[in-house]
């Protein structure tokens, strides 16, 4: 099982309580927190959280700047305890244009935790669907591929051994991709929470896996 969020919702949640911004996106990370445990929890093998698209680079540049040490400080912070709890962390993003100490804490918590085995936690960070599609592209090219199928194209994704999401959840009531995952999430389940990104729980968690349960996947048969 899969599970690709959309963390969706920290500005708001901050702005209805008087607070900067930021702040909600403090209380974000440490939700982001929660759900890796209760996804371990609840045995879902594969997470993936988007955390900073390749469009959110058009926000002010404190706030940019603030995302990029929070992921560094999270990762940081809290990689001992991943590791105890079993959870492998891979990051799927354009590397070109972040900071050298993202770059770093990027291939550090990708080598430590390679051996982890009871989650997979992928970050979308610096993350753009079209983007990796691009990318995907331009590596193919450069291989002097020719033909391409399915088979072949998924190998040049950013992480493609990460299986397609069964489902797509994201907060805050906005009904909108914002280019995630754009190539995988051809036949995933959408779910939408009314719920800003800090206040979401594990029940909401736990209501999507029941909603999917409940779901007909097709996968254009009958
Ligand atoms: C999601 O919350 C986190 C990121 C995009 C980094 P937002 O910052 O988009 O919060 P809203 O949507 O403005 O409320
Ligand atoms: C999507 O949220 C990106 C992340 C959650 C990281 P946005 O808040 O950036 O999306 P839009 O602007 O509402 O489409
Ligand atoms: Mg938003």
Same mark, same amino acid.
């Given at each position: 099982?899969? #599970? ?13 309580? @008087?607070?900067? !911004? ?5 209380? @974000? ?26 469009? =959110?680079?058009? !926000? ?17 912070? !809290? ?7 079993? #959870? ?26 390679? =051996?982890?085995? +009871? ?26 591929? +020719? ?22 959840? !994201? ?34 968690? +736990? ?16």
């Amino acid at each position: 099982m899969h #599970v690709a969020i959309i963390m969706d919702g920290n500005g708001r949640w901050a702005k209805e309580r @008087g607070l900067p !911004r930021i702040e909600g996106h403090r209380r @974000g990370a440490e939700k982001a927190e929660k759900v890796v445990e209760w996804a371990a929890d609840l045995n879902i093998d594969y997470l993936t959280l988007y955390a900073f698209s390749t469009e =959110n680079w058009k !926000r002010p540049w404190e706030e940019v700047s603030f995302l990029f040490n929070l992921f560094v400080n999270f990762i940081k912070k !809290r990689i001992s305890r991943m590791k105890e709890e079993g #959870v492998k962390i891979k990051i799927m993003g354009r590397r070109d244009g972040l900071p050298k100490e993202v770059i770093d804490v990027w291939d550090w918590v990708e080598e430590e935790t390679k =051996n982890e085995k +009871k989650i997979t936690l992928a970050i979308a960070f610096n993350y753009g669907g079209r983007t990796e599609i691009l990318d995907a592209i331009n590596k193919i090219i450069k291989d002097g591929i +020719k033909d391409v199928d399915e088979e072949t194209f998924r190998k040049y994704l950013y992480l493609p051994d990460l299986p397609d999401p069964d489902i797509v959840l !994201r907060t805050s009531g906005e009904m909108r991709i914002s280019n995630f995952l754009l190539w995988q999430i051809a036949y995933s389940e959408l779910i939408f929470i009314k719920k800003y990104w800090p206040d979401f729980d594990k029940e909401d968690l +736990k209501f999507a896996l029941e909603e999917f349960s409940r779901r007909q996947r097709r996968f254009g048969g009958i």
